[in-house]
Nanobody, 124 residues
Framework: DVSCRRLGGGLVQAGGSLRLSCAASGRTFWNNGMGWFRQAPEKEREFVAA????????SYADSVKGRFTISRDNAKNTVYLRMSSLKPEDTAVYYC?????????????????WGQGTLVTVSS
């Protein structure tokens, strides 16, 4: 299983920062690409960021590029999403997922294991 946690409060003011973590239990994902997706109210789920199994390759949605950073610690079987300069439009439920492949991807169909999601609310 994959579980998502917030490090810090789920409600943050615009311009603030927050870090999400995604820890796996029951199996290791050290050789899987990992990704973060989000779903805002009444919108479809969208890609946020992805990282390869080694951490050497990352990709981001244009909307978060330069503000969000994805990283991983394979020794802890954990992936992180550091979010800075948060905007109200970043408000969403954030999901982490483990890919079927070693590379990260923006395609949700590439992901086989999904976390339960954690709510991030950014106030203006």
């Amino acid at each position: 299983d994959v579980s998502c946690r917030r490090l810090g409060g789920g409600l943050v003011q615009a311009g603030g920062s927050l870090r999400l973590s995604c820890a796996a239990s029951g199996r290791t994902f050290w050789n899987n690409g990992m990704g973060w997706f989000r779903q805002a109210p009444e919108k479809e789920r969208e890609f946020v960021a992805a990282i390869s199994w080694s951490g050497g390759g990352t990709s981001y949605a244009d909307s978060v590029k330069g503000r969000f950073t994805i990283s991983r610690d394979n020794a802890k079987n954990t992936v992180y999403l550091r979010m800075s300069s948060l905007k109200p439009e970043d408000t969403a439920v954030y999901y982490c997922a483990a890919s079927r492949y070693g590379s990260g991807s923006s395609y949700s169909n590439n992901y086989a294991f999904w976390g339960q999601g954690t709510l991030v609310t950014v106030s203006s």
